[in-house]
């Protein structure tokens, strides 16, 4: 009960504020400043919130009481060039004019380079969030212009879809192959059909999609044949860590190219782990200890992850705190929480005007069915089979390609017109 209630509080939050937003947009000031300041009492350091509600207020002609608000998101958000871009405007007009050239100083630090920030524009967007989709937008565009739109840049492969956790924001309970195993011959065709991408053109490969890779008794083969054939593949684990034992990882210690080791933690609170889960919190408590040990004893030298599925609320910054004091040697993450294209009960994100990356990547299922992206959970959306069609062919089929090519926006596009995933 507890786990809906803070999903209809997430949902309450993205909603408000997607609606003051709206507003804003339109002009209508005061419902805006009301949304924002909804949104604010749900959760009083959303930066981005606090920082519309400074504008919207200036924009209203109260320039002291905008000032206050610019102050505090500021002080929550330390890292938006935008918002020292925004304050150092409004002490410019409060005549606080050495306030004023620190804070740009500090946004000229932050903002991208060539970017000006006495010519930062007021915005009726999330300014955070503006910059973050600019940024995105660069890195769509670099990959189209790259050698990856011919070639996969990752390469998700679920050879066994089975997963001992039940999380309620993922719709692996549902999906109609759940159980199926890839069979051998097929894993065999697929990294064959792998092996035509040039050695010179780097890829990531994760032997994940809904599943736990730690299930597959043959992970660790399929690993090997991957780091004996596909020297330009780099390979990513992703597991919720309850099945690594220290005979899984000693074995996962002597993987070749192992980038990175990511933990789907979800919630450093017992009760809401085992909830949202469905798994042992000790158990799982128990493995993050080994691996944080065996990170001490530099037996384990990749990078490890753990990870949240974030919902809003003061929970997010309560598990990164939790990471930092308990795991110090872990990095943290906390995602947004999707719908998978509407596979999902839970609140959807805006759909930004940008591109995406994912259609850079290919998703192999257990069934042999490809995906159209990651968020296509269900394989609602196929782009075809890689039992009968290369691996290539897929990936270089044209509706699929011609996104890649020439989409300079998800909106409009089906299915990612939906999808807010980022």
Known sequence: MQTKNMLDQASDLHGALKQAIQNHQADNLKQAASGYRQVIQMNPKHADAVELLGIVTLQMGKTAKALNYLKRAVKIDQG??????????????????????????KARDLLPPMTDPTETLFVGLLSSEALKLEKYQKNVEQLRSSTYLQYPRHVHLETYALCNAICDFCPYTEIARKGTRMEDALIEK??????????????????????????????????????????NATITITSNASPITEKNLARLAQVERLEYL??????????????????????????????????????FTPPVVLSRVGDGTSADEDF???????????????TRRGDWLGQVETNAFPVPDVGCMRWFDIVITATGDVSHCVMDGKTEY??????????????????????????????????CGQCGFL
């Open 262 to 299: 990511w933990i789907s933690a979800n919630d450093h609170r017992k009760k809401e782990y085992e909830e949202v889960m469905g798994i042992s919190y000790e158990r799982t408590k128990k493995r993050l200890e080994t691996i944080h040990q065996w990170k001490k004893d530099d037996r």
């Open 80 to 105: 938006s060039g935008y918002f020292y871009a925004n304050l150092a405007r409004v002490y410019g007009m409060t005549g606080r004019f050495q306030d004023r050239d620190i804070a740009y100083d």
């Open 382 to 415: 196929p782009l075809g089979n890689v039992r009968d069609q290369h691996v290539l062919e897929v990936y270089n089929a044209p509706q699929y390609r011609s996104l890649r090519e020439k989409a300079s926006s998800r909106l409009g596009k089906t299915p």
């Open 320 to 334: 990164i705190t939790w990471v930092q004091e308990n795991y110090p040697l872990f990095n943290f993450n906390v």
């Open 190 to 231: 697929i990294i064959t059909d792998l092996e035509d991408i040039p050695k010179d053109v780097d890829f990531q490969l994760s032997p994940f999609k809904l599943n736990e890779p730690f299930l597959d008794v043959r992970l660790f083969d399929t690993i090997k044949n991957i780091n004996d054939r596909l020297s």
